[in-house]
Structure formats: C-alpha cells, structure tokens
C-alpha cells in the first residue's frame, strides 16, 4: 500500500514521510522544493520515491498520484505574511495546485485525499475557542486559497465520491522548521533569538494568543483521518485545544532556556489574527485523534533540535 505525500520535503510533510516509513508503508513524495528543503528527506531516500515537480502541473501531479492508496496533501507555499505580499503567486500554488491534486486522485480512483487546511480559514470570527461549525471570515489571501480548497474537497466528495478530509492546523510547531526564513514561524523564530542572544520581535502587544500544536499531535491527526471511516467531506480541527499568549510563550521559554529573555514590540501585522483556541471535541469523537504532546513537552524537544543542529543546516518552513 504506497501513499503519497505532496510537499514531502517540507517540515510537516518530511514528519508524515518518517512516520508512514515507519509504520512500514510505502511513501512516494511530490516536491518542487520551492520552500521543502531535499535534507529533510536525505534519511529516507533510499525507501521513498521521489518525485520532482510543481502541482500546477496536472501531468505531473497525475503521475505522481498514479498507483497510490491515498494522498496526504501538504504541499502550499505557506505565510500568511507571504501571500499578502503575493496573493497572485499564493492562489496559483495553493488553489489550483490543490484542484490538480484532487482531479488527479479522481482520475486515478485514489480512495482518499487529505487536505491540509488552516486555522487561518476563521478569520475575523472572534468566538472561542473555534468550532467547524462556525462561519468563515478569512482575511489574508493564504487563508482564501485555504478555504477554496476545503470548498473543492467538500465538493469532490459530494459529485465525484472521492472521499477527503480537510483538516485545520492551528500553528504548528517542531523540529525542521526553517528559523531563518523572513515567514519564519513564531515558536522557531523565538528558539533560534533565545538560543543565540539575538532580538525577539513581537508583531504586537504580545497579548495575541494561539493554540501551539506540536508537530507529531498533526501526523496523528493525519493517520486518523486516511483511515477513519464514515468521515469523507468533513472538516476537523487539529490542535491542543489550549491557548497561550505570546508574551507568556516567552516566558515559558525564558525558563527553559535559563536565559532572560527581553522582547521587542513593534506594529501588528496587516492579515494577523488576534486570538486562537480550537475546540477539538469532533475530531476526538470522530477521528479518535488526542494530542500526545503538549506545549512544554514540545517546547523541551524542539529547544533540543535546535541545540543539536549546526547553523549551516537546511531546514524548512511549511
């Protein structure tokens, strides 16, 4: 039984890879490696096959999806502060990237498709914590792409029976996150300043807060949803169902590290969300997904990454 993983070489991606390796599936990985970085995937080469290309390619995504049980996609071209920049480049690489994934899983009578959504999709919603059932007020142009794939999955399941589910990430954290990018994620980027005595900057006031999920909590969710049944065109979110600003996340970190940790405030970011909390209760019900790691556990492996890994290495962002 072969799956695909589309953005392989990314940060969730590559956890996907090493996790399905491990539970002795055959893994074959789509990736452009526009953002996934090929050292992520330098442990696994010799058990995975490796497919190179770009998901606006029907062709390509086509031969890619050719022969597989399913697909777990995680392929974007992620940020929110990215596609604000560039909303062009974002629908093209996350909407119709998306589209040629599902018509290729179609056309190959693939039985299920995984979508990785986002948090995102709420928006201006200020309800807490979040529940699926919410309506959606996206506000950047990542979290529109976002969304109009959950619509194409809801309705690739609705007209053309190919079973997916859309799954929403609430700001994920973990090893091989790329702290150097200037999307950098939160949780690496403030590692990387607290590891190396440089300058943590916060978009705010630093009351903003999020529902931190460690990255493996995602690949458990991940595995749930290919493999639970009676679930296709559903959406779930995926998170710890906890939430912590981020001037407490600091001091958390100040702790772990031993190191005083004096952050910098400056303006908030246009297309940032002010608050997140996701309810996980129907993914637990329905998925049966529980968060195995919590934020200071997660926290504790992921300082240890960092600490381990050399400078010069690559990493990723997605």
Known sequence: ?????????????????????????????????????????????????????????????????RGCEGVFHQAALPSVPRSVQDPLTSNASNVIGT???????????????????SSSVYGSIETLPKTEDLPT???????????????????????????TVALRYFNVFGPRQDPMSQYAAVIPNFITAALEGGTITIHGDGEQSRDFTYVENVVEANLAAMSAEGVAGRTYNVACGERVS?????GQLAQ?????????????????????????????QEL??????????????TLAFYEASSPAEPVDAR
């Open 1 to 65: 039984m072969t799956f695909l993983v589309t953005g392989g070489g990314g940060f969730i991606g590559s956890h996907i890879v090493e996790r399905l390796l491990h539970d002795g599936r055959g893994v074959r990985v789509l990736d452009n490696f526009a953002t996934g970085q090929r050292a992520n995937l330098v442990p696994f080469l010799d058990d995975i096959e490796l497919v190179e290309g770009d998901l606006q390619s029907y062709e390509r995504a086509h031969n890619a999806v």
């Open 99 to 117: 589209l040629n994934v599902l018509l290729a899983a179609r056309d190959s009578e693939v039985r299920r498709v995984v979508f990785a959504s």
């Open 137 to 163: 007020l996206p506000i950047s142009p990542y979290a529109v792409a976002k969304l109009a794939g959950e619509g194409y999955c809801r309705s690739f399941s609705a007209v053309y029976g190919l079973e």
């Open 246 to 250: 981020l001037n407490e996340l600091i």
């Open 256 to 284: 772990l590290t031993g190191r005083e940790l004096d952050p910098v405030y400056g303006s908030a970011r246009p297309g940032d969300v002010k608050h997140s909390l996701a309810d996980i209760s129907k993914a637990e």
């Open 288 to 301: 049966g997904y529980r968060p195995r790691v919590d934020l200071e556990e997660g926290l504790r492996r």
